[in-house]
């Protein structure tokens, strides 16, 4: 598994969401790597992982990139937030803290359920996603950036930096992202938030439409002691049009995990 360290200072590991690779976190590099060891994993089947052996499984991931990172907190995005929420809850010791962006325990819409999963997506679009990459590669991936986009008060901007990277590090195997919308639509984490014995930061972009926000904050709601932040103009990528504004909440925040401090509550600018 391919994992690019920039940097100096405190490990910090950050994984990307779908059909994405760690390239896509350059604006929190730029930002981040004059005080931070950033550690920034290519998931399997993705960027220069793509022809890795791990499956592309909660437990399965965490295992690979444990081994491959220094003990320290993890950044997980979208997608990216199912294996960083996995490894804070299975191995604290090793993951000290964690941060989430736009990323919930559960993705998908439950009706019966709490309200973090009330607030997800529709299963139909994740079959419709599943569907399209088996006769329009191409054409899924541009709808899905397309909606990762959709909502930012910087939409084309946005739109156009997910688009730049998406190839960047060629094409991610339709099977390995096939493997990713399976984990979004049927994986549920929620049982472990309770226990959660590491401090969390959960940031969600108000105007995003991939990740309800409402999911974020109650993902955050059941996390002991932890904190939660939304940008406000803030689509589902906030750490590419609102760079210094996540950086500056992850900067806060893993100075207040490194000194055991009280985590601050919700910050919904207005």
């Not at 391919?2 to 896509?24: D, F, I, K, N, Q």
Request: hydrophobic share 45%.
């Amino acid at each position: 598994m391919h994992v690019e360290v920039r940097g100096s200072g405190a490990p910090l590991v950050l994984l990307h969401g779908w059909a994405m690779h760690g390239g896509v976190f350059a604006p929190l590099v730029e930002r981040l790597s004059d005080r931070f060891e950033l550690h920034l994993v290519d998931l399997p089947g993705h960027g220069r992982s793509r022809d890795s052996a791990v499956p592309l499984e909660p437990d399965a991931v965490v295992e690979a990139v444990a081994a491959r990172v220094p003990a320290a907190p993890w950044l997980g995005w979208s997608l990216g937030g199912m294996f960083a929420l996995r490894a804070a809850a299975t191995r604290s010791t090793e993951v000290p803290a964690l941060v989430m962006i736009c990323s919930a325990p559960r993705f998908v819409r439950d009706a019966g359920g709490d309200d973090g999963a009330r607030h997800g997506m529709s299963p139909e679009i994740f079959a419709g996603f599943a569907e399209g990459l088996r006769g329009d590669y191409h054409g899924t991936l541009e709808r899905f950036i397309a909606l990762e986009a959709f909502g930012s008060d910087d939409a084309r901007g946005e739109l156009r930096a997910l688009r730049d990277q998406v190839f960047a590090r060629g094409e991610p195997p339709a099977a390995a992202l096939a493997q990713g919308l399976d984990l979004l639509r049927t994986v549920d984490q929620r049982p472990l938030l309770p226990a959660l014995a590491v401090p969390s930061l959960w940031i969600a972009g108000r105007r995003d439409r991939v990740v309800d926000p409402r999911a974020v904050r109650a993902a955050a709601d059941r996390a002991p002691g932890a904190g939660f932040v939304r940008i406000e103009h803030g689509g589902h990528a906030p750490f590419l049009t609102h760079a210094d504004e996540v950086a500056a909440a992850i900067d806060g925040f893993l100075a207040q995990a490194r000194a055991g401090t009280t985590l601050p509550g919700a910050t919904e600018p207005t």
